[in-house]
T-cell receptor, first 112, second 113 residues
Framework: GENVEQHPSTLSVQEGDSAVIKCTYS??????FPWYKQELGKGPQLIID?????GEKKDQRIAVTLNKTAKHFSLHITETQPEDSAVYFC???????????FGKGTHLIIQP | GAGVSQSPSNKVTEKGKDVELRCDPI?????LYWYRQSLGQGLEFLIY????????KSGLPSDRFSAERTGGSVSTLTIQRTQQEDSAVYLC???????????FGPGTRLLVL
């Protein structure tokens, strides 16, 4: 089955700087890659997603890039703000009828 | 509109008791998913429904776990004879169909004493 690796497990950046979180996946049949943000005591919230027919997608301060050949995708957050502090999860899904396979998560800390 | 709702938000039970967790998906979403989140295992997919049908139950951790969905809407996840290792947050998600974005509920935090 699919396996998703996520790095780093913890990332501390200064407010206003950029943050990058990287994920790799194993199943070449995966074609959908969402990113979720989870705050303490809440469910995961979708922040951006990308499908395998697209190499990059951007939404204001957040962007995701996908390299299908290398089987990795990354989340980029620019101009970080205190409210960006949370745990971020990457995930992958094939086109078949199954659930998401998640990475282990990255705890993003924004230092004031 | 309303998001995915789950109840109860917290549940404390004694080892050996049965528990029932409920998920109310976003209106009109045909696909529904159950996940488990624990410190040791991260976010783990358990089962999905397309309509009322769950074609693949292999992701359920043991035969003590069962799930059903009736009327293409509300789903219940039942854990029989709970064990301490069942302690986790149980998350439900729904999507328009199986290929679309999944939206998560707030989860049910289960503690088995």
């Amino acid at each position: 089955g699919e396996n998703v690796e996520q790095h780093p497990s913890t990332l501390s950046v200064q407010e206003g700087d950029s943050a990058v979180i990287k994920c790799t996946y194993s199943d070449s049949a995966s074609n959908y890659f969402p990113w979720y943000k989870q705050e303490l005591g809440k469910g995961p919230q979708l922040i951006i997603d990308i499908r395998s027919n697209v190499g990059e997608k951007k939404d204001q301060r957040i962007a995701v890039t996908l390299n299908k050949t290398a089987k990795h995708f990354s989340l980029h957050i620019t101009e970080t703000q205190p409210e960006d502090s949370a745990v971020y999860f990457c995930a992958a899904k094939t086109g078949g009828a199954d659930g998401l396979t998640f990475g282990k998560g990255t705890h993003l800390i924004i230092q004031p | 509109g309303a998001g995915v709702s789950q109840s109860p938000s917290n549940k404390v039970t004694e080892k050996g008791k049965d528990v029932e967790l409920r998920c109310d998906p976003i209106s009109g979403h045909t696909a529904l998913y159950w996940y488990r989140q624990s410190l040791g295992q991260g976010l783990e997919f358990l089962i999905y429904f397309q309509g009322n049908s769950a074609p693949d139950k292999s992701g359920l951790p043991s035969d003590r776990f069962s799930a059903e969905r009736t009327g293409g809407s509300v789903s219940t996840l039942t854990i029989q004879r709970t064990q301490q290792e069942d302690s986790a947050v149980y998350l439900c998600a729904s999507s328009l169909d199986l290929q679309e974005t999944q939206y998560f509920g707030p989860g049910t935090r289960l503690l088995v004493l």
